[in-house]
């Protein structure tokens, strides 16, 4: 049997962000990380949109709001020390039409409360900023939003970690849990303290450990349509004013790290938790806890559910994707938008008592354990100040 100080299971962006803050805390203390895959960032984190975000969607008193402002700033230094590639090519918000305005001054105002750099720009300073961007009269910048490669990022900070002493099991997969020793598909570990960082099965997890009770996890496929168009042909990510009543952002255009181009992503319900493709990971009885659960949402949620799920799978039609795209930016066609990107699982939390989708972070725990349930997106911009917060926690439990 092995035994740790702290045990972190989920190699993503948020376990390693975790064992590395909890590493220096605590340096003379154990830490030991135990992923199921046989390589860190397989799921979340390295299938994400790469794009580190500003954080002027959010509400001022928001825990989004305040992690993205930093975790943006944090992220781009990290970058900026270790010489990773990090394109800062900034985002423009376009309106459609006058309807939009109204939403386009509110996520200014939202910026300006947050202490984001955010600017309003004309119609004419917004083509001066991309040729290609079409805007009702004015639209937002944000020169602070930039792309990454999220793989090389976990891959980069997972070498750092091992440099610090901190342990790794891959190929381990969590079974349960009885007292202060957890049961894998490995090793037997005895560990002091346990934090759950495993994404999309990190309710499961919980509910061992007492918690999750009126959370369930509800999964969402994400993808992207990739422009042949070569790297520069626009200069900035353009994104429509969103609807801020959900946590989906809708079809925007996003500049890789590299200079390319896609459209999307999907928000499409998934039937099982790692629906990636086709009966990959299909598990008969995730099937019909989370059809069920989609059910329940159709019938009683507090949100359209059922729009959103026909506005979503529409999306499947690259013909559709691409019109959408249209209203955003000139010279789009659907010849260029051929090849879908891999396909990426949005863990979000449900509350199941109220009916209603988490907007916002949630971790729930105690001395022995603590869980991280909602790791919403851009929980990968948000990774190190929200580190940070969750450790913050974790040592008042133990004092």
């Given at each position: 049997?092995l035994?740790t100080?702290f045990?972190?299971?989920?190699?993503g962006?948020?376990?390693?962000?975790i064992?590395?803050?909890?590493?220096s805390r605590?340096?003379?203390?154990g830490?030991?990380?135990?992923?199921?895959?046989?390589?860190?960032?397989?799921?979340s984190?390295?299938?994400n949109?790469?794009?580190?975000?500003?954080?002027?969607?959010?509400?001022?008193?928001?825990?989004?709001a305040r992690?993205t402002r930093?975790g943006?700033?944090q992220?781009?230094?990290y970058?900026?020390e270790y010489?990773l590639?990090?394109n800062?090519?900034?985002k423009?918000v376009?309106?459609k039409?006058e309807s939009?305005?109204g939403?386009?001054?509110?996520?200014?105002?939202?910026g300006?409360?947050n202490?984001i750099?955010?600017q309003?720009?004309?119609a004419n300073e917004a083509?001066?900023?991309?040729?290609?961007a079409i805007?009702f009269?004015?639209?937002l910048?944000?020169p602070t939003?930039?792309?990454?490669?999220?793989?090389?990022?976990?891959?980069h900070?997972?070498?750092?970690?091992k440099s610090?002493?901190?342990?790794?099991?891959?190929?381990?997969?969590?079974l349960?849990r009885?007292?202060d020793?957890?049961?894998?598909t490995?090793?037997?570990?005895?560990?002091?303290?346990?934090?759950?960082a495993?994404g999309?099965h990190?309710d499961k997890?919980?509910?061992?450990y007492?918690?999750s009770?009126?959370y369930?996890?509800?999964p969402?496929?994400g993808?992207?349509?990739?422009?042949?168009?070569?790297p520069g042909?626009?200069?900035?990510?353009?994104?429509p004013?969103p609807?801020?009543?959900?946590p989906?952002l809708g079809?925007?255009f996003t500049?890789?790290?590299?200079?390319k181009?896609k459209?999307?992503p999907?928000a499409?319900p998934?039937?099982w938790r790692?629906?990636y493709?086709g009966?990959?990971?299909?598990s008969i009885?995730?099937m019909?806890?989370?059809?069920s659960?989609e059910?329940m949402l159709?019938?009683f949620?507090?949100?359209d559910?059922l729009?959103l799920?026909?506005?979503?799978?529409r999306?499947?039609s690259r013909?559709?994707?691409?019109h959408l795209?249209?209203?955003?930016?000139?010279?789009i066609?659907?010849t260029?938008?051929?090849?879908w990107g891999?396909?990426g699982?949005?863990a979000?939390?449900v509350?199941?008592r109220?009916k209603?989708?988490e907007m916002?972070?949630?971790i729930e725990?105690?001395?022995?354990s603590?869980h991280i349930l909602?790791a919403?997106?851009?929980g990968?911009?948000?990774?190190?100040?929200?580190?940070r917060h969750?450790?913050?926690?974790?040592?008042?439990?133990l004092?």
């Amino acid at each position: 049997m092995l035994t740790t100080d702290f045990l972190v299971i989920g190699l993503g962006i948020v376990g390693i962000s975790i064992a590395r803050e909890l590493k220096s805390r605590f340096p003379d203390a154990g830490v030991l990380v135990v992923e199921k895959e046989p390589e860190s960032a397989l799921h979340s984190s390295g299938r994400n949109s790469g794009v580190l975000h500003a954080g002027f969607y959010y509400t001022a008193d928001s825990l989004k709001a305040r992690f993205t402002r930093d975790g943006n700033r944090q992220l781009t230094e990290y970058c900026d020390e270790y010489s990773l590639p990090i394109n800062k090519c900034g985002k423009l918000v376009v309106a459609k039409d006058e309807s939009e305005l109204g939403s386009l001054d509110e996520l200014f105002s939202r910026g300006h409360a947050n202490g984001i750099e955010i600017q309003q720009v004309t119609a004419n300073e917004a083509r001066d900023l991309d040729p290609r961007a079409i805007t009702f009269e004015r639209a937002l910048y944000s020169p602070t939003t930039s792309s990454v490669d999220p793989l090389v990022i976990v891959r980069h900070m997972e070498e750092l970690a091992k440099s610090e002493k901190i342990l790794f099991l891959y190929n381990t997969s969590y079974l349960s849990r009885k007292g202060d020793t957890v049961t894998t598909t490995g090793e037997k570990i005895r560990a002091g303290y346990v934090v759950n960082a495993a994404g999309l099965h990190a309710d499961k997890i919980a509910l061992d450990y007492g918690y999750s009770k009126d959370y369930r996890i509800l999964p969402f496929k994400g993808l992207y349509l990739y422009s042949s168009e070569p790297p520069g042909s626009f200069n900035k990510h353009i994104y429509p004013v969103p609807d801020l009543r959900n946590p989906f952002l809708g079809v925007h255009f996003t500049i890789t790290v590299e200079g390319k181009v896609k459209i999307g992503p999907t928000a499409i319900p998934a039937f099982w938790r790692e629906n990636y493709q086709g009966l990959n990971n299909f598990s008969i009885t995730e099937m019909i806890d989370i059809v069920s659960r989609e059910f329940m949402l159709l019938a009683f949620g507090k949100f359209d559910f059922l729009q959103l799920t026909l506005r979503e799978l529409r999306k499947f039609s690259r013909k559709h994707m691409v019109h959408l795209a249209t209203h955003l930016a000139t010279g789009i066609k659907t010849t260029d938008y051929k090849n879908w990107g891999k396909p990426g699982i949005r863990a979000q939390l449900v509350n199941i008592r109220t009916k209603q989708l988490e907007m916002d972070f949630v971790i729930e725990g105690d001395n022995k354990s603590m869980h991280i349930l909602n790791a919403v997106s851009p929980g990968f911009t948000c990774s190190i100040p929200f580190a940070r917060h969750v450790c913050d926690s974790i040592s008042e439990n133990l004092n």
